[in-house]
């Protein structure tokens, strides 16, 4: 069997390049991803740094490593999928090879052995190609997290030979697992269908698609309905779980939504006649079209949901800052400027934050274990009465008014980490140790980095005091307008100054370019990955159609209508996938809707708009420009040709 | 598993066959009611204008399409609702096909396309037998070529020996000299001529061309699905009228 399997190699060259591109490009991003990880998890804290050094470097590679499993995550699912959907795809378009078979004599087992082995051929070649790959992959994976930020600029991922387990487990075993139910469905091919030009049993809608396909629908539903009334984060979690989920639910289903888009947009193409002949392409064509979509809809959901869901989240941060914050101006400057602010005239209170360079050690109760750590950044130092006149925050422990004296507040964002009210933590204040009571606990925000620890402003020494960045919230006299405020403060000289608005806004946009550097990172390499698939389905699906040209041709169609006709067509299949891609991610989206509507009684939707645009021309360019070299390289032969050479 | 046929017992027999196509309005009868037998070591021609059901009828007599009423037998076993891994090893030993457009696999020389009954059998492929058979139907020095480096009529013969060379009860033949030029499809036949008189092959085959009928040993004619006129013996001519008179028979 394993000889029929290398020849057929030769014959279907490009189905199988790209069932081998498939798995290549996926082993290199999964395993690029994972040497990064390992590199990241692995890398030395150099020595001789400060305290504050090492939190922050360790705090970066636990971003990264975060950032990081989620990216392996989604490489994983993307090779799944695509090395799937491709093998899939190259199984069908042999359907009448596999049908003489069966009549010459081949058991079904057989075919699923002869499957399975090219299966494991192909596995093999993209997994040795895959692990090169990855290697200049790792390299481009690294660079683009320490350029947006993520890693320290000195980092170096490293070799790992544990990949050499791993990649092929994952390449082989994905196309093995990939190929197994194409294999399965195959081997039930009719031997009559060999006699037959078009195969009566090519079934698209099987048993198990419509199983797969139905229940990954439900569960999407279910999520999404969930989702209407889920908090924020579990709203994030669920809009990840529906832009996959849904994903492959309109995938499994494409097969009955493509044609019956396909007759909507019929109404528009029917009036030309290459327009028509395009349309009953897609309509008969339906796995070859639902092959093409399934790329898309991924690439389309994953990016827009993903970017969405997150800018949302960023939008009710900054929403949600701008409710806490009980004031009219924001002023950053030095601690020594913001001692000046309260004597501007028209001020009537003035809250000023220090961050502070202190540290703080603090016992941790998280599920059932406690421990001790020091914690260096986000240490804001207040006075508190002021900074519960200028703050909506409410504490779910203690009270805010106990905050002075030798106490400490914990912070919105040490909120999840069980630190108890009542016990004793230790401050750090210029190399002095004071021991300090925790009097209250904030309730945490939607903000990633929010404060950790609030001490009162007295326990600073004032050249400490003067030195420390500082933020102040200002709320004006009754009658004094903010903008008067504002140009007083700014002639005195003091800081910059913004409306709360402003300075709100400012933070969910700098939290957004955050956001869209964890997104290039998760998505930018699996997106490219996503449109080599695409290609790949247009090429597979193009060069296997020579007959179905030949014939339009001698039927009267020149060359050109033909490229034509074809490029048409896959417009019409880049236009199904944006959509169906686009509806899953409107369901994670609604989940955000819901959840803004209920945290801050407003529809807070980020929706990107500009990617989509970007995203839609740039599917277009690349279907129109496969579609075109493919049918024109499928056309090249004289027609005759092509329909005599049936062998 | 191999079946050789007993002494009196046809290679192939259908009793009583019917075959519908299609569901509710669009139904077509396809077969309806045949009976008759393919007789061993003998050439048995299907005739019958275009949806008389000939196609169907070589179709079922080779377990490739399901009945809905009758049996069907092989060299004496009934097949009718034998399951599949019985007529996957049927297809193995006892039946072999040729078919109008050859259905050889492009990527494979002569030789191996040859090969490959034997190889999906499992058995031990002898390169002395495989260049036998091909020496047989006149291709011994076509061992290395594709199918695309050969005419029509040679891939039509690297077809017959493909089918013959599990030595099958019998061979089924779906217009064999349809693609083919009158030369060729003249070598072709007696190809097969000289396989059922040396060899005692029996042969069931289907045909428009009554010069390509005048061969067999005997000629059924169906219409409509039923088994109307049979020849013994048939000349190109007597199969010519017989057929013009069913083609022009009132609907």
Known sequence: ?647 | MSITPMAGVPASELRAVVRDHGGGNARVRALDGVSMAFPVGSWTAVMGPSGSGKSTLLHCAAGLDRVDGGQVYLAGQDITWAPDHVLTGLRRRTMGFVFQSFNLIGSLTAEQNVALPLKLAGLRVSRADVRAVLASVGLGDRLRHRPRELSGGQQQRVAIARAMVTRPAVLFADEPTGALDSASARTVLALLRRMVDQDGQTVAMVTHDPAAAAHADAVVFLSDGRLVDRLDRPTARDVAERLALLEAAPC
Not at chain 1, 159 to 184: E, K, N, Q, T, Y
Not at chain 1, 597 to 623: E, G, K, Q, Y
């Open chain 1, 1 to 647: 069997m394993l000889t029929v399997s290398l020849h057929t190699f030769r014959e279907h060259r490009r189905l199988f390049a790209g069932a081998v591109t498939a798995v290549a490009l996926g082993v290199a991003l999964v395993q690029a991803s994972l040497l990064v990880m390992i590199s990241a998890d692995r890398a030395p804290l150099p020595p001789g740094l400060t305290g504050r050094a090492r939190e922050e470097l360790r705090e970066d590679y636990a971003g990264a490593a975060t950032v990081l499993g989620m990216t392996l995550m989604l490489a994983t699912f993307l090779t799944i999928f695509i090395v799937s959907s491709t093998f899939a795809f190259t199984v069908a378009q042999r359907r009448r090879e596999l049908a003489l078979l069966r009549l010459l004599g081949g058991g079904r087992a057989g075919l699923v052995a002869l499957l399975l082995g090219e299966a494991l051929l192909l596995g093999t070649v993209g997994t040795a190609i895959g692990i090169i790959v990855g290697i200049p992959a790792m390299w481009l994976q690294a660079l683009l997290m320490i350029r947006l930020g993520f890693l320290p600029d000195g980092f170096s991922p490293g070799w790992d030979a544990g990949v050499l387990f791993v990649s092929p487990c994952i390449g082989i075993g994905v196309s093995l697992v990939g190929v197994l139910a194409a294999a399965r469905r195959a081997a039930k091919v009719r031997p009559l269908d060999a006699m037959r030009d078009v195969g009566a049993a090519a079934r698209v809608m099987t048993p198990a698609r419509w199983l797969s396909g139905v229940s990954c629908l439900a569960l999407t539903i279910w999520m999404v309905t969930l989702a209407q009334s889920a908090d924020l984060l579990g709203a994030l979690l669920l809009g990840i779980g529906i832009c996959i989920m849904g994903s492959v639910a309109l995938s499994a289903l494409s097969p009955l939504v493509v044609p019956l888009t396909g007759r909507a947009l019929g109404l528009l193409l029917r009036r030309t006649t290459l327009g028509e002949l395009a349309q009953a392409e897609l309509r008969d064509g339906v796995r070859r079209s639902a092959s093409t979509a399934a790329p898309l809809i991924v690439l389309v959901a994953l990016l827009v949901g993903l970017t969405g869901t997150l800018g949302s989240l960023a939008l009710m941060a900054g929403e949600e800052q701008r409710r806490l914050v009980n004031g009219h101006l924001v002023v950053t400057s030095t601690g020594a400027d913001a001692e000046r602010i309260a004597s501007v005239p028209g001020v009537a209170v003035a809250s000023t934050e220090l961050s502070v360079e202190i540290s703080v050690r603090a016992r941790h109760h998280r599920q059932g274990r406690s421990s001790g750590r020091t914690h260096y950044g986000g240490i804001i130092a207040v006075d508190a009465t002021a900074y519960r006149r200028t703050h909506h925050l409410q504490p779910h422990a203690g009270s805010l008014r106990r905050l002075h004296g030798r106490t400490i507040a914990v912070g919105p964002g040490l909120a999840a980490e069980g630190i108890r009210v009542g016990s004793t933590a230790t401050a750090a204040i210029d190399g002095r140790k004071v021991r300090v009571k925790v009097v209250a606990a904030l309730a945490p925000t939607l903000e990633n980095y929010s404060e950790r620890f609030l001490i009162p402003r007295d326990l600073i020494p004032p050249d400490a005091r003067a030195a420390a960045p500082a933020r102040t919230v200002v709320r004006t006299a009754p009658g004094v307008a903010p903008s008067t405020v504002a140009s007083a403060l700014r002639k005195a000289g003091i800081g910059e100054v913004e409306t709360v608005a402003q300075w709100a806004d400012g933070r969910a946009a700098a939290q957004q370019r955050m956001n869209i550097g964890i997104l290039a990172v998760l998505m930018g390499m699996a997106g490219g990955y996503a449109a080599v698939a695409v290609v790949n389905a247009v090429v597979i699906a193009g060069s296997e159609r020579r007959t179905e040209f030949a014939a339009a041709r001698v039927a009267g169609l020149t060359r050109g209508q033909v490229v034509r006709a074809a490029l048409i067509e896959s417009w019409a299949v880049t236009a199904i996938g944006l959509a169906l891609g686009c509806t899953v991610a409107a369901g994670a989206l609604s989940g955000m809707l819901a959840a803004s509507l209920r945290a801050v009684d407003r529809p807070l939707v980020a929706v990107p708009w500009t990617l989509l645009a970007a995203i839609t021309l740039a599917s277009f360019a690349v279907t129109s420009l496969a579609s075109v070299w493919t049918t024109r390289a499928a056309t090249k032969p004289t027609p005759i040709t092509q329909l005599g050479a049936r062998e």
